[in-house]
Nanobody, 123 residues
Framework: VKLVESGGGSVQAGGSLRLSCEVSGRSYRKNTLAWFRQGPGNEREGVASIDDDGDTRYADSVKGRFTISQDNGKNILYLQMNNLTPEDSDTYFC??????????????????WGQGTQVTVSS
């Protein structure tokens, strides 16, 4: 599976951004997709996950502000980010867990990663 992110950028605190991830080359009928983020010197942190049935899971730090979704063809994964704060500044990665059928934010479950897109939130 191949993942290509887009949509990162710079925004002021309180603003919004939408990240997109084009998903291609699926080999399994069911896959779980997710967004992670990572800052310099930090571990990669799970932000939001969605499975093939549309179930979702969010990190506590983004609940109520971020929304993960995918288009009907399941070829594009989105992350709508609202009410952004400087603490949300990181590199965001799209990830796929091929063959998985439940949501998870455990990084070890994911076997495919995009190249990352930078999000910068200024105060």
């Amino acid at each position: 599976v191949k993942l290509v992110e887009s949509g990162g950028g710079s925004v002021q605190a309180g603003g919004s951004l939408r990240l997109s991830c084009e998903v291609s080359g699926r080999s399994y009928r069911k896959n779980t997709l997710a967004w992670f983020r990572q800052g310099p010197g930090n571990e990669r942190e799970g932000v939001a996950s969605i499975d093939d049935d549309g179930d979702t899971r969010y990190a506590d730090s983004v609940k109520g502000r971020f929304t993960i979704s995918q288009d009907n063809g399941k070829n594009i994964l989105y992350l709508q980010m609202n009410n952004l704060t400087p603490e949300d500044s990181d590199t965001y990665f799209c990830a796929a867990a091929e063959g998985l059928f439940y949501v998870t934010l455990h990084v070890s479950r994911y076997n495919a990663w995009g190249q990352g897109t930078q999000v910068t939130v200024s105060s």
